[in-house]
């Protein structure tokens, strides 16, 4: 049992509760990088763990009323098949290809963390009037139950090749083209990503890709970690989090694509997440100036004068 690991857990299982997002798209960079280990292996277990994880954190918003239920629904009709398929490829890729697969394998993850990394970080930045039209429920008519399935379909089959995506992708799609409110984006992103990874994971546990060992450490930790994760998101803004977490996937993404062969330069690993971090962070001050400009402005505008009674 590898103390570290469980810090790690600790660390991820917070990020699932609070966000939804991180847990494929951090934690199997995590097991690939830092501790070595087979990426199919990786995605396995990362999956078995999450589904557990996420079981969790899908009954403590069930439980909050940040669920939307029908959309849960929906896209889990294009979901649960689609990550059962993916396992499915992968197996068959895997046989087919022996070690030589790694390699395609690490590139795969990469692409889909950098992707998500990617997206959250263009959405916070160059979308924010997005905010302006969030909703906490609708009437889904039949264009949003199709869909709600396609998203699905494309975000299962995705994790079931890669692990990656069934929290932050997911996320996406629920702000894109749902237009929810945080709190039910997160909500409805937990209780769907519950049931799609327990389709992937019972498919990994069947093609023999899951740590068991492995996993329970990791459960020492993102359990409780998603516990507090989810008890603080509704109450801590998410903003910040999200920008955060999407530059550690996009280091996560670099990092993978260097360990596949890549030859990425030390120092550009390095150097990307830095100035990501400086964009946001500059991203962030001015966004905070403006609001304290428009609050001065309001405070010093003369008040309105009544008009004189008419004697």
Do not use: C
């Not at 990362?46 to 557990?52: C, N, R």
């Not at 993850?109 to 950098?114: C, I, K, N, P, R």
């Amino acid at each position: 049992m590898d103390p570290l690991i469980i810090v790690f857990g600790l660390g991820v299982g917070m990020l699932v509760g609070l966000t939804g997002m991180g847990g494929g798209s951090l934690m199997t960079p995590i097991l690939i990088i830092v501790f070595g280990y087979n990426p199919v292996t990786a995605v396995g277990t990362d999956l078995a763990y999450g589904a557990v994880t996420k079981t969790l954190g899908g009954w403590r918003h069930f439980r909050q009323r940040t669920v939307f239920f029908p959309l849960a629904i929906w896209m889990g009709v294009g979901s649960v098949p689609a990550a059962v398929g993916g396992v499915y490829v992968l197996h068959l890729l895997e046989d087919r290809y022996g070690k030589s697969f790694d390699n395609a394998m690490l590139i795969a993850v990469a692409a889909a963390v950098m992707f998500t990394g990617v997206a959250v970080l263009s959405r916070a930045l160059f979308m924010p009037r997005l905010l302006e039209h969030e909703r906490s429920s609708f009437e889904m008519t039949t264009r949003d139950k199709v869909s709600a399935a396609v998203l699905g379909l494309f975000v299962g089959f995705v994790l079931g090749v890669t692990s990656a995506g069934s929290g932050t992708l997911i996320a996406v799609g629920l702000i894109l083209i749902f237009r929810l409110v945080p709190t039910r984006v997160v909500g409805t992103d937990v209780f769907h990503a519950a049931v799609l990874l327990w389709a992937a994971a019972l498919a990994h546990v069947v093609a023999g890709n899951v740590d068991y060992g492995l996993m329970g450490t990791i459960l020492i930790g993102s359990l409780p970690g998603v516990w507090v994760g989810s008890n603080l998101a509704v109450r801590v803004p998410t903003a910040s989090l999200r920008l955060g977490l999407a530059i550690v996937m996009i280091g996560s993404g670099l990092g993978l694509l260097s360990k596949a062969g890549a030859g990425i330069p030390g120092y550009v690993l390095a150097a990307v997440p830095v100035l990501l971090a400086v964009v946001v962070g500059w991203k962030q001050l001015s966004e905070r100036a403006k609001r304290l400009a428009a609050a001065r402005s309001a405070h010093s505008s003369p008040p309105l004068r009544a008009p004189l009674e008419e004697q």
